[in-house]
C-alpha cells in the first residue's frame, strides 16, 4: 500500500512596516533646511551680482555718451564753414523763441563759455532760459557747470546751388571772406552778393547752425508744472541727476536730456597765450578773454548708478574730478546719498577750429 505523505506550507511571515522614526526626520528636514538656504544664498548673490554688473553697464554708457556729446560739441566749436575767423554776419534780423538772453543763440563771436559755481538763482540770471528748479547746486567740490559751445554741424546740406532748407532752422554759409547766418526761408530772398561763392562761381557749402549750454538737472523725467520743472517725488521719488542742455531747436530754444545719473562734471581748459595752437596753461575758470583762446577741454564726469543698492555703502572711496592726483570728492562730506555706485570718467578734446585759427594767425 502506498501512502502519499503530503506536506502543508505555511506562508513566509511578512516582515513588519516601519516608519521614520523621529530623529530620522528631523536629520532629514536640517539638511533640506541646509540645502534650501544655501539655493537661497546662491540666488541672492547671483541677483546681486547681476545688478552689480547691470549697474555699472549702465554707468559706462551713460558716462561715455556724456562725453561723446559734449566732446561732439566741443570739436565743432566755432565751425563756421569756411570762414578763417568768427565773422558771420545776419543780413536779416532772427527771432530765437525763448532765447537764454537777448541774441544770445545767435552770438556766433563767442564759440565757447561757461561758467561755473553758479547756484540756481544765479544760473537763472546768466541764462534765464534755465529754471531754478532745473539747476543743481553744488559745493566746492562738485562746483556747478554750465558749458557753452555754438557752430555749425559738419554735414553740409546737399546741392547748394539747389539747397532744400527747412523755413524755421538756422544755418550757416561762407566762403574765405565772410559768412552769414540766416534762417532757411530767408535765403531765397538774399541777393548774389550776400550769398558767399567757392572758386568757380557756384554756391559755397551750408550747414546747419546750432547752439548749446550744457548743465545738470537733478531729476530725469520731470512732473512740475506740465512736465518741465523738477520735483522732489520725480524718478519715483528717487530723482536721478541728468546732464540736459539748452539747445537750438529750429529758432526755438529747448532744454533736452542728454544722460542720466550724472552727478558732477568738472572741466579744465587749456589756454594757448601765445598763438601757437597749443596749450601754455590749465584752468578751470578762464576769463572772457581766455575763452577765445581754449585750445583743449579736459572733462571729467561723475556718473552713479540711477538705482540704490540695499547695503552698500559708498562712504569709503573719494573721487579725483579735476585730474590733480587728489582725491576730493566723498558722498559723505558732499551731500551725496552714500548707497549708490559711483565712477568716473574723463576724456580730452581739442577744440580744433579755435586751435587752428590761433595758430594760422
Not at 557756384?202 to 550747414?207: C, F, V
Not at 581748459?269 to 598763438?275: E, K, R, S
Not at 583762446?293 to 552698500?312: E, F, H, I
Amino acid at each position: 500500500m502506498l501512502i502519499t505523505m503530503r506536506h502543508s506550507r505555511r506562508p513566509a511571515a511578512r516582515s513588519p512596516q516601519r516608519g521614520l522614526t523621529l530623529v530620522e526626520v528631523m536629520v532629514a528636514m536640517t539638511i533640506g533646511i541646509i540645502l534650501l538656504l544655501a539655493l537661497g544664498t546662491l540666488f541672492a548673490n547671483s541677483t546681486r551680482v547681476f545688478k552689480v554688473n547691470d549697474d555699472f553697464a549702465r554707468m559706462q554708457e551713460n558716462g561715455a555718451y556724456a562725453l561723446n556729446a559734449i566732446g561732439s560739441d566741443l570739436r565743432q566749436a566755432g565751425f563756421y564753414g569756411l570762414i578763417p575767423s568768427n565773422d558771420v554776419q545776419m543780413p536779416t534780423a532772427i527771432v530765437v523763441t525763448g532765447d537764454c538772453a537777448a541774441g544770445w543763440a545767435t552770438n556766433v563771436g563767442q564759440p565757447l563759455f561757461g561758467f561755473r559755481g553758479l547756484t540756481p538763482s544765479a544760473a537763472h540770471t546768466a541764462l534765464n532760459c534755465i529754471n531754478a528748479s532745473n539747476f543743481i547746486d553744488g559745493t566746492a567740490d562738485r562746483p556747478s557747470f554750465i558749458l557753452i559751445v555754438r557752430g555749425a554741424t559738419g554735414v553740409a546740406v546737399p546741392n547748394p546751388d539747389a539747397p532744400v532748407l527747412a523755413a524755421g532752422t538756422l544755418y550757416v554759409q561762407s566762403d574765405p571772406n565772410g559768412g552769414i547766418l540766416f534762417r532757411g526761408d530767408q535765403y531765397a530772398t538774399f541777393a548774389a552778393p550776400l550769398k558767399r561763392t567757392v572758386l568757380g562761381g557756384g554756391e559755397a557749402p551750408i550747414y546747419p547752425y546750432q547752439a548749446r549750454a550744457y548743465y545738470l538737472r537733478p531729476c530725469s523725467r520731470p512732473t512740475g508744472s506740465g512736465g518741465t520743472l523738477c520735483l522732489a517725488t520725480d524718478d519715483g521719488n528717487q530723482p536721478i541727476p541728468t546732464l540736459v542742455r539748452q539747445e537750438l531747436v529750429g529758432t526755438t530754444m529747448t532744454e533736452r536730456a542728454v544722460a542720466e545719473g550724472i552727478e558732477a562734471v568738472r572741466i579744465v581748459y587749456g589756454v594757448d597765450n601765445d598763438g601757437n595752437g597749443t596749450p601754455d596753461m590749465y584752468t578751470e575758470a578762464p576769463t572772457d578773454i581766455q575763452f577765445t583762446q581754449v585750445v583743449t577741454a579736459r572733462v571729467s564726469v561723475l556718473v552713479r548708478s540711477t538705482k540704490p543698492t540695499n547695503g552698500y555703502n559708498d562712504d569709503s572711496r573719494d573721487y579725483d574730478l579735476n585730474g590733480d592726483g587728489v582725491a576730493e570728492l566723498n558722498c559723505t562730506d558732499d551731500g551725496l546719498p552714500c548707497n549708490y555706485h559711483r565712477h568716473v570718467f574723463t576724456q580730452s578734446f581739442q577744440v580744433r577750429n579755435i586751435a587752428q585759427r590761433l595758430e594760422s594767425s
